[in-house]
Each structure stands twice: as C-alpha cells, then as structure tokens.
C-alpha cells in the first residue's frame, strides 16, 4: 500500500517522487552540460583559474609556514662568557640553565674547542696560529623552547640570560623571526581578501552563466509553468547545473594546482639542497581538496540561487 | 464549473479588456467563446488559467474562489485544467513522449503509469506511432494534436482551448473540433476560444459571443441551447 492512499497507487508518495525528481535533474543537469562540452568547460575553466589562485596562495603560505617552523628549531642564543671565567664556572652555568624549563637544549663551547672551529671554518687558520693568546671566550649556545605563539618569549628568556653575572654578551637575531611571522600575517590577510573577491566573482559568473541558461530555456520554463509546475520544479535544474559547474570548476582548480606543484617540485628541491635541507612542497592535503571542493559547491548553488531567484520570477505565461 | 461574476480586466495603460463579464458553464458541458480579434476572448481564458487576474468581481472554478488563490498554490490550480494554444508551444528540443509526459512528470506520476498514459493519450489524437518524432518534424495538425494529447494526458477536468484551429485548413481544423467533442462526452469541461464562425455553427454547441469586452450573446442562459443530441 501506498503511504498516501489518497494519492493512488498511480502517482509515488510526495517524498518518493521529490526525491525521484531531484535525482532526475541531478543527472540531467550534468547530461545538459555535457551536451555543451566546450561553454561548459570554458565556464569551468573561469571558476577554476578563479578559485586556483587563492587556494594557491594559500598553499604557498602553509609551505611558508612550514619552512619558518623548520627555522624556529634551530633558534639558537649564543651566550659570550666573561673572559676571566673558568670552564668549570661555564660548565656549572651550563647545567643550571639547561635545568630551566624556557630552554630545550644547552652546548658548551670552550675557548680551544672554540678555537679549532675558528680556524677550520674562518680560513684564518695561519694567522691565528701567530696569536700569543686565544682570544675567545667560552661560549654556551642555549636553544630556546619556542612558543609559536609568542615569538617575544624568545626575547625575555635574552634578556634575562644577559643578566648573568658570567655573561659578558647575550645574542640572538630575533629580528628576522619576527619580520616572517608579521609578513606571513599579513599575506595571510591579503590571501582572504583575494579569495573572497574571487569567490564574489565565481558566485558572479555562475549566477550570469545561469542567467543565460534561463533566457536558452525561457519556452520550457513558461510552458512548464503553464501546466502546472510549481517553482521549487523548476528552479531544480538550474540549481543542480550551478551546482555541477561549481564542483567541475573545483575539480580543475585542484588539477591547475597539483599541476603547479609539479613544475615547482623539482627546482624548489635543487634550492632546499644548496641550504643543505631536504625540503619538500606541501601539495593540497585531503581535507584542503575537501574544503575546495565543498566551497565551490556552495559557490555554485549560491551563484545560480542568486540567478534563478531574480530571473525566474521574471518569466511568467502570458 | 466556471462562473464569472461581474468580471472586469483593465490593463495597465488604461485598456478595458472585458467589463462586466458573467456567465456561468456548468461541469461537463462544452461551450464555444466567440468575437472578433481583441474582443477579450484570449484575456477571458487566460483569468481561469490564472494567468491573469482580474481588476473586479469574482471567478468562481470547481468550487474555488480564485481571487483567494495565491500565486503560490496557482500550480495547484493549473494541474486541473487542460490548455491548448494556437501556436501549440511545444518544446522542440525533445521527442513527442516527453512532451506529453510532462504535466505527468511534474505531477509525479510513476513511471509505469507515465507510458501507459502519454500513449493512450496519443493514440486518442491518432499520433500513436509518432512518439519518438521530434515534434518539428511534424506538420501543423500534428503539432496542435500533441498539444492536445499532452491537454489531456493528465485527465483534468477543464480544457481550455485557444484558437486551436487558427492555423489550420477546414479539414483539420473540423477534426480537431471533433476530438474536443469525444473528451466532452467522457465527461470534460470544455471551452473553445474561436473566431471560425461557420465551423462553431455546425458543431452547435452553445456559444457565448463577445465584443469590445462584453457579453453579446450567451446560449448557456436560454432554455433551449441548439445543443447537439448525443
């Protein structure tokens, strides 16, 4: 029996035949499109380049971020003993501090040790052999615990170890640090503003892209409604083909990105190599080619909502 | 089935349409709406089909008050009324099936059904092995045909007819007259907007006649109608 009796075993129950019907323009609203192979793609082609160039930027920023991550780690202060004092007062130094909980790890450089690295690295090896004295100090290299967070921490736990009574200089370059995060904040804004203008335009072309659809389609939505169908019935395919040319744009947009990545790949690695690090690109991770294709889905649907609410109206039998 | 009451349609501009219109076809008749082009007979049958809707009085369909009727349940109303037009408006980019079956798909009928129904509504317009045509394909008559079958395809109880035969030869045009004549004797309310004077006159059925927007003369109010005996 059917739910509704009223409805008669001739017609499906109202929810059976929503669904059928949201399932019907559902294929054949992809049907429609590719029937029009070559507008449909240029059309997705346009929402692809639009929404490829945030979600590259975007990408370019978590690699950025990545790469500044690999730097705090080597965040090192270097501490420049006084140079009256012994290695055992360095070396009771070095213990207490490496006890505290700011630092992650402490290394103490004596003066000869100091020396040797001098000489191999500085190509000044001869001549500091003329030296009577060595001149350098004992050094003790402190890495800090970094706090992505707040990168000042750094500066505090500087400032206090310049405090010690054995400290002669406290050194960090801090500077740059600082500069990267602020710049990537403020590419990370500037990576909003351009994605929310592009997606103000992929909202734009689909609802226009629709709109054209709707005039191509003025008969059948007149004699549509003419026989009885309601708005909901016809607003259906055109919402389903907004749909189809949001995810198809996403689709493509994440093809132009893993396609950049691979050209970028192998020169990124040759300059990781002249760093001596083995860096890699972060490409497009699951859920970042789910958020993308979700977004343009929603695009999509809101662009060819926007279309069909002002122009279906429009269009009335006469 | 329909009544008018004391209609009047003034379009924006000022133009008069139909004033004081009333009249009143009863269920399962069939009537004839004559009068010369612009004497209100197309707005008349476009104010039942809500396409319009009217600057005074009142019409009364099935029982239902159709100034009460929001655009939002005209749908509703729609799916009870079968319209013919003059130039057919059928949708060219599909096959003669799917035109008929659309009042049926937008109903929700099964699919089952849907065939067994476009079918039987195509064999009663003799277009039974042109499903598969593509209707531009067809001549003139034929196309008005799949108008019609796809008219009635749903079984509604009113037809509506708009100058079905304007584009037709006198032949096809008294054929067409014929098949609206079959469905009223299953039952169907019919009216047929027509300025084809002589042919009106042999199919006698009654007639309402108008001119500049008026009722000149009605047969549905006299006794005696010259009414086919069937």
Known sequence: ??????????????????????????????????????????????????????????????????????????????????????????????????????????????????LKQFQKISGFGDAIKFLDDNPLPHVITVQPVIDQQSPDKVVHLVNKLQNEDLVDLAQLDMLWVKRLYTLLDVARRGVWIIGSLLALAVLLIIGNTIRLDIQNRREAIEVSKLIGASDAFIRRPFLYTGMWYGISGGLLAWLLIAISLGIMADPVQKLAALYHSSYELIGLSGSNTTTLIIISCILGLGGSWLAVGRHLSEIEPS | MIRFDNISKRYPGGFEALSRISFHLPRGKLAYLTGHSGAGKSTLLKLIALIERPSRGQIILDGVNLNNIRNKRIPQIRRNIGIIFQNHHLLYDRPVFDNVALPLVIQGYRHREISKRVRAALDQVGLLNKEKVDPITLSGGEQQRVGIARAIVHKPALLLADEPTGNLDPELSREIMELFARFNLFGTTVLIASHDLDLIKQMRFPTISLNKGMIESNDLLTSNPQERAV
């Not at chain 1, 739910?3 to 294929?27: A, F």
């Open chain 1, 1 to 114: 029996m059917p739910k509704n009796p009223r409805r008669g075993p001739k017609k499906n129950s109202r929810l059976v035949s929503y669904l059928t019907h949201h399932l019907q323009m559902l294929i054949a609203s992809l049907g429609y499109l590719s029937r029009q192979p070559i507008s449909s793609l240029m059309t997705s082609a346009v929402i692809a380049i639009a929404l490829a160039l945030p979600a590259g930027l975007y990408i370019a920023l978590d690699n950025a971020s990545q790469l500044s991550a690999d730097w705090d780690g080597t965040t090192l202060i270097s501490l420049f003993l006084k140079h009256d004092v012994s290695v055992k007062k360095a070396e009771k130094l070095a213990t207490r501090l490496g006890l505290s909980k700011e630092i992650e790890k402490v290394r103490i450089i004596d003066r000869d040790q100091g």
